[in-house]
């Protein structure tokens, strides 16, 4: 289950890229804690539906989407993942192209028009974007949102990045029931996952795009079986303007070169004049050695 239209907004949003009309993604009403239907007056208790009442356990909706997605077994045999598409941004449309790589290397380029691209990858250790403007590296807490939803094997792999999930409710999303999970990450905000009653499949992803971004929404939309996997081709923003990536093609198990997933020059400069060195999420960068101090020369024999 691909999870690219995610990274790029979570990592393009703070850019205002040439050719593409200011990225404002601001989901509206989305409260990762609680997301009460109605508001409650002081001292009032909110009662929960019949159908809340027997909600499932988190873990219990969990096992159904990943049968759903195509079960384990499918899930863990992509190794690597390419697709191509657009990218829409309100009247703006670029050409999107992804690749993934199992367990947690990606590249996207957006062509935006006049020749100018916008790239963000991580090669597993590094998460960074680089556009017109320049090179931006990850935080720690982009990182660690960035290494969740870059991961090819969830859902299956869900437990790897949460410590804890918990069924809070029902809403609709579209025009179908969806169970809410609040889904608590090692690192960073609680995120929820709506899963479709009836499809059992993750339809919507809230999460906080990264420190100062705010919240946004993110629907999966017209799911499609591929290699016994199931992939969604349209997936969408919700914001103040539409930001949309439509699929047209997804091709599993291919050979992408492993210099693909290489950081760029630019990228090695800016890590370099950060003095950061490369390091997994969850694993804070070192700080960078002091030069050693030239040997003292040795006394000459009296």
């Not at 963000?120 to 807490?141: C, F, H, L, R």
Request: zero cysteines.
């Amino acid at each position: 289950m691909t999870r690219s239209l995610i990274k790029t907004v979570a990592r393009l949003v703070k850019w205002r890229a040439v050719g593409l009309a200011t990225l404002a993604i601001v989901a509206a009403g989305v409260s990762f804690a609680q997301a009460p239907a109605t508001e409650k007056k002081p001292g009032e208790a909110q009662k929960p539906s019949a159908a809340e009442e027997k909600l499932p356990k988190a873990e219990a909706v969990l096992d159904k989407l990943v049968e759903a997605s195509g079960g384990e077994a499918a899930i863990n045999r992509i190794r690597t993942r390419v697709s191509k598409g657009t990218y829409e941004h309100g009247p703006d449309k670029a050409n999107i192209t992804m690749y993934e790589a199992a367990p947690n290397k990606s590249l996207q380029i957006i062509e935006l028009p006049e020749g100018l691209k916008i790239e963000q990858g991580t090669n597993g250790e590094v998460y960074w974007t680089q556009s017109p403007m320049g090179v931006q590296i990850a935080d720690k807490e982009e990182a660690a949102l960035a290494a969740r939803q870059g991961d090819i094997h969830l859902p299956a792999t869900w437990r790897r990045h949460y410590k804890s999930a918990e069924t809070a409710g029902i809403e609709t999303v579209g025009s179908s029931p969806a169970y809410k999970l609040i889904m608590t990450p090692e690192e960073g905000p609680p995120e929820l996952w709506y899963v479709d009653q009836k499809s059992n499949l993750l339809v919507r992803w809230d999460m906080r795009a990264g420190a100062g971004m705010g919240n946004i929404s993110i629907y999966f939309e017209d799911h499609r079986k591929v290699d016994d996997v199931m992939v969604p081709f349209r997936q969408r923003a919700a914001g103040l303007m539409p930001l949309v990536v439509t699929l047209s093609s997804v091709e599993h198990n291919v050979d992408i070169p492993k210099e693909r997933f290489e950081l760029p020059e630019a990228v090695k400069e800016a890590l370099k004049d950060a003095g950061k060195a490369p390091a997994l999420p969850g694993h804070p960068p070192q700080p960078p050695k002091p030069d050693r101090p030239d040997k003292p020369e040795k006394p000459g024999n009296p």
